[in-house]
T-cell receptor, first 114, second 115 residues
Framework: AQSVTQPDIHITVSEGASLELRCNYS??????LFWYVQSPGQGLQLLLK??????LVQGIKGFEAEFKRSQSSFNLRKPSVHWSDAAEYFC????????????FGKGTKLSVKP | GAVVSQHPSRVICKSGTSVKIECRSL??????MFWYRQFPKQSLMLMAT?????????EQGVEKDKFLINHASLTLSTLTVTSAHPEDSSFYIC???????????FGPGTRLTVT
C-alpha cells in the first residue's frame, strides 16, 4: 500500500540551529510530494511541493526540500530555525496526477528552544 | 487569498445525537472539497471527496450513512455526523480546491467530542 513515513515524532532544536525533517514514501512511480505546516488552531499551510524538474525545491519561510529518488526521500530543511517555526510538519505524497488523493505522514512536531 | 474556514472550531455533543460541521471557501469557488479525519499523533485520513452538485465519493471503510456530506454550493460543504458515538470523537479537517489549480487549501479543523 502507498504510504508516507516520517520517522521522527518529535524533534527539538535550538533557535538558530539547522533543521532537517525526514520523509520517505513507499511507492516507486513518480510521486508529487508536499510539505505542510500546521500551527495550533490553524489549517495546514503548504510550505513547498515537488512535481518534476530541479530536485531541490525552495519554499516559503526559508524552507527547502530535496527529492532523492534513489532513497525515496523528500527531506525538509531549514538552515536557521526561528522560534515561530515551532509547529507540526506533515509530509504528503500524491499519485495519479492532479486527480490523485493526498496521502499524509503522521507528522513531526517541532519544538524550538530559546 | 484562498482561505477556508470551518465552523464550529470545537463541538461537544451527546452520544446518539447528530452534529453538523461547515466548511466554507471564503474567497474562491471550490469545485472540489475534501474531508479528512485526524486522530492524535496520526496522519490525516481522507474520508470523502465531494464535487459541487454531485454525491460525495467515500473512501473505503467510511460509512456514508453515518458521515453525510453535502456540497450544495461552490463555497460550502457540510459534514454531518449522525448518531454520534464516543469513537467518532476526532479532529475533522476540510480542504478545498478550485478548478484549474493543483492545490488544496485547508481549513483550521473542528474538534468533535462525543460524550
Amino acid at each position: 500500500a502507498q504510504s508516507v513515513t516520517q520517522p521522527d515524532i518529535h524533534i527539538t532544536v535550538s533557535e538558530g540551529a539547522s533543521l532537517e525533517l525526514r520523509c520517505n514514501y513507499s511507492y516507486g512511480a513518480t510521486p508529487y510530494l508536499f510539505w505542510y505546516v500546521q500551527s495550533p488552531g490553524q489549517g495546514l499551510q503548504l510550505l513547498l511541493k515537488y512535481f518534476s524538474g530541479d530536485t531541490l525545491v525552495q519554499g516559503i519561510k526559508g524552507f527547502e526540500a530535496e527529492f532523492k529518488r534513489s532513497q525515496s526521500s523528500f527531506n525538509l530543511r531549514k538552515p536557521s530555525v526561528h522560534w515561530s517555526d515551532a509547529a507540526e510538519y506533515f509530509c504528503a505524497v500524491r499519485y495519479g496526477g492532479s486527480q490523485g488523493n493526498l496521502i499524509f505522514g503522521k507528522g513531526t512536531k517541532l519544538s524550538v528552544k530559546p | 487569498g484562498a482561505v477556508v474556514s470551518q465552523h464550529p472550531s470545537r463541538v461537544i455533543c451527546k452520544s446518539g445525537t447528530s452534529v453538523k460541521i461547515e466548511c466554507r471557501s471564503l474567497d474562491f469557488q471550490a469545485t472540489t472539497m475534501f474531508w479528512y479525519r485526524q486522530f492524535p499523533k496520526q496522519s490525516l485520513m481522507l474520508m470523502a471527496t465531494s464535487n459541487e452538485g454531485s454525491k460525495a465519493t467515500y473512501e473505503q471503510g467510511v460509512e456514508k450513512d453515518k458521515f453525510l456530506i453535502n456540497h450544495a454550493s461552490l463555497t460550502l460543504s457540510t459534514l454531518t455526523v449522525t448518531s454520534a458515538h464516543p469513537e467518532d470523537s476526532s479532529f475533522y479537517i476540510c480542504s478545498a480546491r478550485m478548478a484549474g489549480v493543483d492545490e488544496q487549501y485547508f481549513g483550521p479543523g473542528t474538534r468533535l467530542t462525543v460524550t
